[in-house]
């Protein structure tokens, strides 16, 4: 079993930045991401940080917002800069053992409890 932890939401103006945390304990995985949901909408796929080090982003964050993990300490962290009223959303950590996960929720099997972001203009 994979347990997440994200950390680090809370509430800022429109352009500036926040820092989110997720600390992962248990068994081993490969690739590891951040999705966000926004009242009323679907959950949709932020950056995902692969098995082979490879970063994907989705074009609403590009430019903005950078993935990084830290592999000693089992953390992965989404730096967000430029903060948009319409980056309000709660955000999830994920994980799978997948090795190449495209960044799609469905192919995720972890998930943390999600940490709230608010960013007001």
């Known amino acids: 079993q994979v347990q997440l932890a994200e950390s680090g939401g809370g509430s800022v103006q429109a352009g500036g930045p926040l820092r989110l945390s997720c600390a992962a304990s248990?068994?081993?995985?490969?690739?590891m991401a951040w999705f966000r949901q926004a009242p009323g909408k679907g959950r949709e796929g932020v950056a995902v940080?692969?098995?082979?080090?490879?970063?994907i982003y989705a074009d609403s964050v590009k430019d903005r917002f950078t993935i990084s993990r830290d592999d000693a300490k089992n953390t992965l962290y989404l730096q967000m800069d430029s903060l948009k009223s319409e980056d309000t959303a709660m955000y999830y950590c994920?994980?799978?053992?997948?090795?190449?996960?495209?960044?799609?929720?469905?192919?995720?099997?972890?998930w943390g409890q999600g940490t709230r972001v608010t960013v007001s203009s």
């Open positions: 940080s692969r098995g082979d080090g490879t970063i």
């Open positions: 994920a994980a799978t053992r997948n090795y190449l996960p495209p960044l799609t929720a469905t192919r995720f099997a972890y």
């Open positions: 248990g068994a081993a995985i490969f690739s």
